[in-house]
């Protein structure tokens, strides 16, 4: 157990809905990181928070967005879904310091029909 | 911009050695890390290596770094069923977050 948890872990849902993912970090983790896991594209980089606020982004779409509330834990929303943007959805959470391990949760699987 | 490249498939027989290669292209990487996911889990930390080191030994984990040619391997020894998984590497300049390989697909035969 790492110590993430996500919920849930199954998800389906039909094309042009909204899904709101979430993540709870590894106690004392300040840092949450949103993956999305596809067949053909591999591990993507979503988006990172620290505290709250937004460190770092990467291939997320403008339809996807997510927040850090104050109690640490993370929600990942995909709205007008699509079929492509059926994946694994994976968050991470990592202490302050630079080159500590990110520990992964689950998985959301996301199946858009 | 950061990249990391690794072979999709390997198939090892049970109880051979398996050697998982990895380019990357981000010289200011100070880790480089090996993750397992194993059949409908997420992400499992291996192993990880600091930049400064050539090699780091743990039980029958063997990394290997050539900065030189940015390369990285991963070898188990005496692989066995329960290592069918697949094997991310990944990179971490301490500053921006994880850059995956799309992972490499370890099957290993009885």
């Known amino acids: 157990d790492s110590g993430v948890t996500q919920t849930p872990k199954h998800l389906i849902t039909a094309t042009g809905q909204r899904v709101t993912l979430r993540c709870s970090p590894r106690?004392?983790?300040?840092?949450v990181y949103w993956y999305q896991q596809s067949l053909d594209q591999g591990l993507q980089f979503l988006i990172q928070y620290y505290n709250g606020e937004e460190r770092a982004k990467g291939n997320i779409l403008e339809r996807f967005s997510a927040q850090q509330f104050p109690d640490l834990h993370s929600e990942l929303n995909l709205s007008s879904l699509e079929l492509g943007d059926s994946a694994l959805y994976f968050c991470?959470?990592?202490?302050?310091?630079?080159?500590?391990?990110?520990?992964f949760g689950q998985g959301t699987r996301l199946t858009v029909v | 911009g950061e990249d990391v490249e690794q072979s999709l498939f390997l198939s090892v027989r049970e109880g051979d050695s398996s050697v998982i290669n990895c380019t990357y292209t981000d010289s200011s990487s100070t880790y480089l890390y090996w993750y397992k996911q194993e059949p409908g889990a997420g992400l499992q930390l291996l192993t990880y290596i600091f930049s400064n080191m050539d090699m780091k030994q743990d039980q029958r984990l063997t990394v290997l770094l050539n900065k030189k040619d940015k390369h990285l391997s991963l070898r188990i020894a005496d692989t066995q069923t329960g290592d069918s998984a697949i094997y991310f590497c990944?990179?971490?300049?301490?500053?921006?977050?994880?850059?995956f390989g799309k992972g490499t697909r370890l099957s290993v035969i009885a």
């Open positions: 990944a990179q971490d300049d301490g500053n921006t977050p994880l850059v």
């Open positions: 106690s004392g983790d300040l840092s």
């Open positions: 991470a959470s990592s202490g302050p310091t630079p080159g500590t391990e990110a520990f």
